[in-house]
């Protein structure tokens, strides 16, 4: 069972991004998977979460409006679209699912349980 993200780099303020993570050992479409980040000196938190029953998304505040989560059974794929980048988006981000069915997202972007994490992919905003 592994996940791995990827999509990460340097880009300016206001630029987008769009990140992967591929799971292989287990089939994505099952489980909500959430994607996290943590920022230096921070603690790690979830932004964006897609539900297993019917693909309901949550995000938090911060990303609302400017971030979209997405899957792609057929590719055993989830996205994270970033479009209006700002500085302060600069972080480790990481997706992660906990493998149960009874597993949910919350209302804030994160997950009820993580228990399969990724190894993260670098994002720094900055000009």
């Known amino acids: 069972v592994q996940l791995v993200e990827s999509g990460g780099g340097l880009v300016q303020p206001g630029g987008s991004l769009r990140l992967s993570c591929v799971a292989s050992g287990f089939t994505l479409d099952y489980y909500a998977i959430a994607w996290f980040r943590q920022a230096p000196g921070k603690e790690r938190e979830g932004i964006s979460c897609?539900?297993?029953?019917?693909?309901?998304?949550y995000y938090a505040d911060s990303v609302k409006g400017r971030f979209t989560i997405s899957r792609d059974n057929a590719k055993n794929t989830v996205y994270l679209q970033m479009n209006g980048l700002k500085p302060e988006d600069t972080a480790v981000y990481y997706c992660a699912t906990g493998r149960r069915t009874g597993d949910y997202c919350t209302y804030t972007g994160s997950l009820s349980r993580t228990d399969y994490w990724g190894q993260g992919t670098q994002v720094t905003v900055s000009s």
């Open positions: 897609i539900s297993m029953s019917d693909d309901s998304t």
